[in-house]
Protein backbone atom coordinates (compact mmCIF):
# COMPACT_ATOMS: atom_id res chain seq x y z
CA UNK A 1 0.00 0.00 0.00
CA UNK A 2 1.38 3.16 -0.58
CA UNK A 3 2.70 5.51 2.11
CA UNK A 4 1.19 9.08 2.36
CA UNK A 5 2.89 11.13 4.27
CA UNK A 6 1.75 15.05 4.52
CA UNK A 7 4.30 17.79 3.30
CA UNK A 8 6.14 18.73 6.38
CA UNK A 9 9.77 19.52 5.98
CA UNK A 10 10.17 17.92 9.16
CA UNK A 11 8.95 14.61 8.02
CA UNK A 12 11.47 12.60 7.33
CA UNK A 13 10.04 9.29 5.42
CA UNK A 14 13.57 7.89 4.73
CA UNK A 15 14.29 7.51 8.46
CA UNK A 16 10.89 6.32 9.63
CA UNK A 17 11.50 3.41 6.68
CA UNK A 18 14.62 2.70 7.77
CA UNK A 19 12.99 2.09 11.25
CA UNK A 20 11.20 -0.82 9.97
CA UNK A 21 8.45 0.76 11.39
CA UNK A 22 6.28 1.57 8.42
CA UNK A 23 3.67 3.80 8.86
CA UNK A 24 0.97 1.33 7.74
CA UNK A 25 2.27 -1.48 9.30
CA UNK A 26 0.72 -2.55 12.70
CA UNK A 27 3.02 -2.96 15.21
CA UNK A 28 3.04 -5.63 17.82
CA UNK A 29 3.39 -3.35 21.15
CA UNK A 30 0.89 -0.38 21.39
CA UNK A 31 1.39 1.50 24.80
CA UNK A 32 -1.19 3.64 26.36
CA UNK A 33 -0.33 6.54 27.90
CA UNK A 34 -2.72 9.41 29.82
CA UNK A 35 -1.39 12.36 30.52
CA UNK A 36 -2.45 15.08 32.31
CA UNK A 37 -0.85 18.23 32.58
CA UNK A 38 2.82 16.34 32.94
CA UNK A 39 5.06 19.22 31.17
CA UNK A 40 8.06 18.15 33.00
CA UNK A 41 8.05 14.29 32.69
CA UNK A 42 7.23 14.27 29.20
CA UNK A 43 10.70 14.30 27.47
CA UNK A 44 12.57 12.08 30.27
CA UNK A 45 8.97 9.43 29.89
CA UNK A 46 9.75 9.76 25.98
CA UNK A 47 13.56 8.95 25.96
CA UNK A 48 12.97 6.41 28.83
CA UNK A 49 10.28 4.27 26.97
CA UNK A 50 11.99 4.53 23.23
CA UNK A 51 15.27 3.20 24.95
CA UNK A 52 13.66 0.47 26.50
CA UNK A 53 11.26 -0.43 23.50
CA UNK A 54 14.14 0.17 20.80
CA UNK A 55 15.95 -2.87 23.24
CA UNK A 56 13.15 -5.18 23.46
CA UNK A 57 13.10 -5.23 19.32
CA UNK A 58 9.82 -6.00 19.03
CA UNK A 59 7.76 -2.71 16.64
CA UNK A 60 5.51 -0.71 18.59
CA UNK A 61 3.43 2.38 18.76
CA UNK A 62 3.01 4.63 21.25
CA UNK A 63 -0.70 6.16 22.18
CA UNK A 64 -0.38 9.45 24.20
CA UNK A 65 -3.32 10.59 25.09
CA UNK A 66 -3.72 14.32 26.59
CA UNK A 67 -6.49 13.89 28.81
CA UNK A 68 -7.15 18.37 28.40
CA UNK A 69 -3.81 19.65 29.68
CA UNK A 70 -2.84 23.12 30.35
CA UNK A 71 0.38 23.17 30.31
CA UNK A 72 2.43 22.42 27.15
CA UNK A 73 2.18 18.58 27.18
CA UNK A 74 0.48 18.51 24.14
CA UNK A 75 2.94 21.32 22.43
CA UNK A 76 5.45 18.90 23.63
CA UNK A 77 3.67 15.88 22.49
CA UNK A 78 3.54 17.56 18.86
CA UNK A 79 7.04 18.20 18.75
CA UNK A 80 7.82 14.39 19.19
CA UNK A 81 5.32 12.81 17.15
CA UNK A 82 6.71 15.06 13.90
CA UNK A 83 10.08 13.39 14.19
CA UNK A 84 8.42 10.32 15.26
CA UNK A 85 5.56 8.53 13.41
CA UNK A 86 5.04 5.76 16.11
CA UNK A 87 3.99 8.97 18.51
CA UNK A 88 0.41 8.63 18.17
CA UNK A 89 -1.43 11.67 19.80
CA UNK A 90 -4.62 12.19 20.90
CA UNK A 91 -5.90 15.17 22.86
CA UNK A 92 -9.31 15.63 24.48
CA UNK A 93 -11.32 19.03 24.67
CA UNK A 94 -11.47 18.96 28.11
CA UNK A 95 -10.14 16.91 31.02
CA UNK A 96 -11.96 14.25 31.13
CA UNK A 97 -10.33 12.09 33.48
CA UNK A 98 -7.67 8.88 33.44
CA UNK A 99 -10.10 6.13 32.50
CA UNK A 100 -11.80 8.02 29.20
CA UNK A 101 -8.13 8.65 28.34
CA UNK A 102 -7.21 5.32 28.72
CA UNK A 103 -10.27 4.48 26.61
CA UNK A 104 -9.30 6.53 24.15
CA UNK A 105 -6.26 4.69 23.69
CA UNK A 106 -7.88 1.06 23.50
CA UNK A 107 -10.27 2.01 20.49
CA UNK A 108 -7.02 3.28 18.16
CA UNK A 109 -4.56 0.15 19.33
CA UNK A 110 -3.14 -1.61 16.66
CA UNK A 111 -0.99 -3.96 18.23
CA UNK A 112 -1.45 -7.19 19.38
CA UNK A 113 0.01 -6.86 22.91
CA UNK A 114 -1.42 -3.13 24.94
CA UNK A 115 0.88 -1.41 27.66
CA UNK A 116 -0.57 0.94 29.63
CA UNK A 117 1.48 3.37 31.49
CA UNK A 118 1.31 6.07 33.68
CA UNK A 119 3.22 9.39 32.60
CA UNK A 120 4.47 10.91 36.03
CA UNK A 121 7.35 8.52 36.21
CA UNK A 122 6.10 6.78 39.10
CA UNK A 123 6.08 3.77 36.67
CA UNK A 124 9.03 2.11 35.31
CA UNK A 125 9.22 1.07 31.57
CA UNK A 126 12.58 -1.13 32.58
CA UNK A 127 9.51 -3.49 33.51
CA UNK A 128 7.55 -3.80 30.03
CA UNK A 129 10.18 -6.58 29.51
CA UNK A 130 8.95 -8.44 32.43
CA UNK A 131 5.93 -7.56 31.91
CA UNK A 132 5.87 -9.26 28.05
CA UNK A 133 7.31 -12.23 29.47
CA UNK A 134 5.13 -13.05 32.16
CA UNK A 135 2.32 -12.88 29.03
CA UNK A 136 4.33 -15.29 27.15
CA UNK A 137 3.48 -17.78 29.99
CA UNK A 138 0.61 -17.95 28.91
CA UNK A 139 -1.30 -15.38 30.42
CA UNK A 140 -4.16 -12.49 28.91
CA UNK A 141 -3.71 -9.73 31.42
CA UNK A 142 -0.53 -8.78 33.54
CA UNK A 143 -1.05 -6.37 36.22
CA UNK A 144 1.73 -4.68 37.85
CA UNK A 145 1.74 -4.76 41.56
CA UNK A 146 3.72 -1.72 43.16
CA UNK A 147 5.36 -4.07 46.34
CA UNK A 148 6.96 -1.07 47.32
CA UNK A 149 4.84 1.61 46.71
CA UNK A 150 6.32 5.51 46.94
CA UNK A 151 3.34 7.24 48.20
CA UNK A 152 2.37 9.07 51.43
CA UNK A 153 0.72 6.42 53.74
CA UNK A 154 -2.37 7.81 55.47
CA UNK A 155 -3.39 9.15 52.64
CA UNK A 156 -3.23 7.22 49.62
CA UNK A 157 -1.64 3.84 51.03
CA UNK A 158 -3.39 2.50 53.73
CA UNK A 159 -7.09 3.82 51.61
CA UNK A 160 -5.76 1.59 48.58
CA UNK A 161 -4.92 -1.47 51.02
CA UNK A 162 -8.70 -1.15 51.79
CA UNK A 163 -9.68 -0.98 48.54
CA UNK A 164 -7.77 -3.60 47.19
CA UNK A 165 -9.14 -6.14 50.02
CA UNK A 166 -12.84 -4.82 49.40
CA UNK A 167 -12.57 -5.18 45.50
CA UNK A 168 -10.50 -8.42 46.13
CA UNK A 169 -13.65 -10.25 48.13
CA UNK A 170 -16.33 -8.38 46.16
CA UNK A 171 -15.13 -8.98 42.77
CA UNK A 172 -13.88 -12.64 43.76
CA UNK A 173 -10.72 -11.66 42.08
CA UNK A 174 -7.33 -11.53 44.25
CA UNK A 175 -4.80 -8.91 43.43
CA UNK A 176 -2.88 -7.01 45.54
CA UNK A 177 -2.75 -3.82 43.64
CA UNK A 178 -5.50 -2.98 41.60
CA UNK A 179 -4.46 0.64 41.04
CA UNK A 180 -1.27 0.37 39.30
CA UNK A 181 -1.60 1.25 35.83
CA UNK A 182 1.58 -0.72 34.77
CA UNK A 183 -0.06 -4.05 32.98
CA UNK A 184 -0.27 -5.75 29.82
CA UNK A 185 -2.77 -6.63 27.75
CA UNK A 186 -3.89 -9.02 24.96
CA UNK A 187 -5.32 -6.14 22.79
CA UNK A 188 -8.33 -8.95 22.31
CA UNK A 189 -9.31 -9.14 25.85
CA UNK A 190 -9.54 -4.71 25.63
CA UNK A 191 -12.10 -5.09 22.63
CA UNK A 192 -15.30 -6.19 24.87
CA UNK A 193 -14.68 -4.10 27.74
CA UNK A 194 -16.57 -0.48 27.87
CA UNK A 195 -15.21 1.64 30.45
CA UNK A 196 -17.02 4.40 32.43
CA UNK A 197 -16.21 6.28 35.77
CA UNK A 198 -13.60 4.91 37.36
CA UNK A 199 -13.77 1.44 36.13
CA UNK A 200 -10.06 1.48 34.09
CA UNK A 201 -8.77 -0.54 37.35
CA UNK A 202 -11.26 -3.24 37.14
CA UNK A 203 -10.43 -4.33 33.99
CA UNK A 204 -8.77 -7.23 35.38
CA UNK A 205 -11.80 -8.24 37.17
CA UNK A 206 -13.91 -7.99 34.18
CA UNK A 207 -11.85 -9.40 31.92
CA UNK A 208 -10.98 -12.80 34.44
CA UNK A 209 -14.99 -12.74 34.54
CA UNK A 210 -14.68 -13.14 30.97
CA UNK A 211 -12.48 -16.29 31.53
CA UNK A 212 -9.56 -14.87 30.64
CA UNK A 213 -5.97 -15.70 32.54
CA UNK A 214 -4.78 -12.93 34.68
CA UNK A 215 -2.23 -12.42 36.56
CA UNK A 216 0.28 -10.05 39.14
CA UNK A 217 3.79 -9.46 38.69
CA UNK A 218 5.45 -7.30 41.32
CA UNK A 219 7.18 -4.00 39.55
CA UNK A 220 9.32 -0.99 40.82
CA UNK A 221 7.27 2.66 41.78
CA UNK A 222 9.24 5.39 42.17
CA UNK A 223 7.74 8.74 43.90
CA UNK A 224 6.74 11.22 41.84
CA UNK A 225 9.48 13.25 40.60
CA UNK A 226 7.27 16.36 39.10
CA UNK A 227 3.98 17.88 39.68
CA UNK A 228 1.64 16.86 41.98
CA UNK A 229 -0.68 13.63 42.20
CA UNK A 230 -3.53 14.28 40.20
CA UNK A 231 -5.74 12.46 42.95
CA UNK A 232 -6.82 13.03 46.69
CA UNK A 233 -8.39 10.66 49.29
CA UNK A 234 -11.90 11.17 47.12
CA UNK A 235 -11.16 9.27 44.83
CA UNK A 236 -11.02 6.12 47.10
CA UNK A 237 -14.89 6.52 47.56
CA UNK A 238 -15.37 7.23 43.63
CA UNK A 239 -13.81 3.98 43.45
CA UNK A 240 -15.99 2.02 45.88
CA UNK A 241 -19.03 3.03 44.22
CA UNK A 242 -17.94 1.73 40.97
CA UNK A 243 -17.32 -1.45 42.76
CA UNK A 244 -20.72 -1.61 43.37
CA UNK A 245 -21.32 -0.99 40.23
CA UNK A 246 -19.07 -3.78 38.59
CA UNK A 247 -20.71 -6.00 40.80
CA UNK A 248 -24.22 -5.17 39.77
CA UNK A 249 -23.38 -5.15 36.69
CA UNK A 250 -21.71 -7.97 35.98
CA UNK A 251 -23.85 -10.22 38.18
CA UNK A 252 -27.64 -8.59 37.13
CA UNK A 253 -27.01 -6.56 34.33
CA UNK A 254 -28.84 -8.47 31.62
CA UNK A 255 -31.58 -10.08 33.76
CA UNK A 256 -32.17 -7.34 36.16
CA UNK A 257 -35.72 -8.90 36.54
CA UNK A 258 -34.46 -11.45 38.44
CA UNK A 259 -32.97 -9.11 41.56
CA UNK A 260 -35.63 -6.70 41.36
CA UNK A 261 -38.07 -9.47 40.94
CA UNK A 262 -36.87 -11.48 43.49
CA UNK A 263 -37.05 -8.88 46.47
CA UNK A 264 -40.50 -8.04 45.00
CA UNK A 265 -41.79 -11.18 45.14
CA UNK A 266 -40.72 -11.51 48.87
CA UNK A 267 -42.16 -8.02 49.92
CA UNK A 268 -45.36 -9.39 48.53
CA UNK A 269 -45.47 -12.11 49.70
CA UNK A 270 -44.88 -10.66 53.48
CA UNK A 271 -47.05 -8.32 52.77
CA UNK A 272 -50.15 -10.84 52.08
CA UNK A 273 -49.64 -12.89 54.88
CA UNK A 274 -49.59 -9.94 56.79
CA UNK A 275 -52.70 -8.47 55.81
CA UNK A 276 -54.46 -11.78 55.79
CA UNK A 277 -53.43 -12.37 59.32
CA UNK A 278 -54.90 -8.85 60.20
CA UNK A 279 -58.00 -9.39 58.06
CA UNK A 280 -59.17 -12.79 59.54
CA UNK A 281 -58.49 -11.30 62.91
CA UNK A 282 -61.14 -8.17 61.88
CA UNK A 283 -63.39 -10.98 60.43
CA UNK A 284 -63.15 -13.57 63.43
CA UNK A 285 -62.48 -11.73 66.72
CA UNK A 286 -64.22 -8.42 65.81
CA UNK A 287 -60.66 -6.53 66.88
CA UNK A 288 -60.02 -2.95 65.14
CA UNK A 289 -57.65 -2.11 62.89
CA UNK A 290 -57.50 1.31 63.41
CA UNK A 291 -55.12 1.12 66.10
CA UNK A 292 -52.65 -1.88 64.44
CA UNK A 293 -49.11 -0.40 63.08
CA UNK A 294 -48.69 -3.87 61.55
CA UNK A 295 -51.47 -2.86 58.85
CA UNK A 296 -49.40 -0.03 57.58
CA UNK A 297 -46.27 -2.37 57.64
CA UNK A 298 -48.36 -5.15 55.88
CA UNK A 299 -49.19 -2.52 53.44
CA UNK A 300 -46.07 -0.41 52.56
CA UNK A 301 -44.86 -4.46 51.85
CA UNK A 302 -47.16 -4.85 49.41
CA UNK A 303 -46.81 -1.52 47.52
CA UNK A 304 -42.96 -1.87 47.83
CA UNK A 305 -43.05 -5.51 45.94
CA UNK A 306 -45.25 -3.76 43.42
CA UNK A 307 -42.47 -1.34 42.70
CA UNK A 308 -39.78 -3.63 42.88
CA UNK A 309 -41.41 -5.85 40.10
CA UNK A 310 -42.07 -2.99 38.13
CA UNK A 311 -38.27 -1.76 38.17
CA UNK A 312 -37.12 -4.93 37.39
CA UNK A 313 -39.66 -4.74 34.32
CA UNK A 314 -38.30 -1.22 33.13
CA UNK A 315 -34.40 -2.60 34.15
CA UNK A 316 -35.26 -5.62 31.42
CA UNK A 317 -36.26 -2.66 28.93
CA UNK A 318 -33.50 -0.29 29.54
CA UNK A 319 -31.29 -3.35 29.40
CA UNK A 320 -32.54 -4.24 25.82
CA UNK A 321 -32.02 -0.69 24.87
CA UNK A 322 -28.17 -0.81 26.38
CA UNK A 323 -27.56 -3.70 24.39
CA UNK A 324 -29.16 -3.45 21.32
CA UNK A 325 -27.93 0.48 20.53
CA UNK A 326 -25.06 1.90 19.21
CA UNK A 327 -22.49 2.13 22.18
CA UNK A 328 -21.60 5.99 22.18
CA UNK A 329 -17.96 7.31 23.58
CA UNK A 330 -17.58 8.56 26.76
CA UNK A 331 -15.48 11.40 25.77
CA UNK A 332 -15.14 14.14 22.98
CA UNK A 333 -11.70 14.13 20.80
CA UNK A 334 -9.74 17.06 20.01
CA UNK A 335 -7.48 16.23 17.44
CA UNK A 336 -5.88 13.41 16.39
CA UNK A 337 -2.09 13.13 15.79
CA UNK A 338 -0.57 10.05 13.07
CA UNK A 339 -4.17 8.53 13.65
CA UNK A 340 -2.82 6.02 10.28
CA UNK A 341 -6.53 4.47 10.78
CA UNK A 342 -8.11 7.43 9.03
CA UNK A 343 -8.75 7.43 4.78
CA UNK A 344 -6.43 10.74 3.94
CA UNK A 345 -9.48 13.00 2.10
CA UNK A 346 -7.31 13.02 -1.37
CA UNK A 347 -8.29 9.12 -1.14
CA UNK A 348 -11.35 9.54 -0.22
CA UNK A 349 -12.54 11.49 -2.77
CA UNK A 350 -11.28 9.73 -5.13
CA UNK A 351 -13.28 6.99 -4.32
CA UNK A 352 -16.32 8.75 -4.65
CA UNK A 353 -17.56 9.31 -0.46
N1 LIG B 1 -4.23 11.52 34.48
C1 LIG B 1 -5.05 11.78 33.41
N2 LIG B 1 -6.23 12.45 33.66
C2 LIG B 1 -6.62 12.84 34.90
C3 LIG B 1 -5.76 12.53 35.98
C4 LIG B 1 -4.58 11.86 35.74
O1 LIG B 1 -4.75 11.45 32.28
O2 LIG B 1 -7.67 13.44 35.04
C5 LIG B 1 -2.95 10.81 34.23
C6 LIG B 1 -1.73 11.46 34.84
O3 LIG B 1 -1.15 12.40 33.95
C7 LIG B 1 -0.83 10.29 35.07
C8 LIG B 1 -1.79 9.16 35.41
O4 LIG B 1 -3.04 9.56 34.86
O5 LIG B 1 -0.09 9.94 33.92
C9 LIG B 1 -1.91 8.90 36.90
O6 LIG B 1 -2.18 10.09 37.59
P1 LIG B 1 -1.50 10.43 38.99
O7 LIG B 1 -0.04 10.17 38.93
O8 LIG B 1 -1.91 11.81 39.37
O9 LIG B 1 -2.19 9.39 39.96
P2 LIG B 1 -1.47 8.62 41.16
O10 LIG B 1 -0.21 7.99 40.60
O11 LIG B 1 -1.19 9.65 42.17
O12 LIG B 1 -2.50 7.61 41.57
MG1 LIG C 1 1.32 8.86 39.77
Not at 37 to 44: A, D, H, K, M, Q
Not at 78 to 97: E, K, P, T, W, Y
Amino acid sequence: MEQTVPHNPMYNTASLQSMGNGVDAAPYLSIVVPIYNEEESIPTLYTRLTTELDQLGYSYEIIAVDDGSKDRSFSLLRDLALVDSRLRVIRFRRNFGQTPAFAAGFERVRGEVVITIDADLQNDPADIGRLLNKLDEGYDVVSGWRERRQDPFWSRRLPSQIANRLISIVTGVHLRDYGCSLKAYRADVLRNIQLYGELHRFIPAIASWQGVAVTELPVQHAPRQFGTSKYGISRTIRVLLDLLTVRFLLSYATRPMQIFGLFGLLSMLLGVVINTYLVLLKFITGASLADRPLLLLGTLLLILGVQFISMGLIGELVVRTYYETQQKPIYVVREELNNHHRVPIEREREAGR
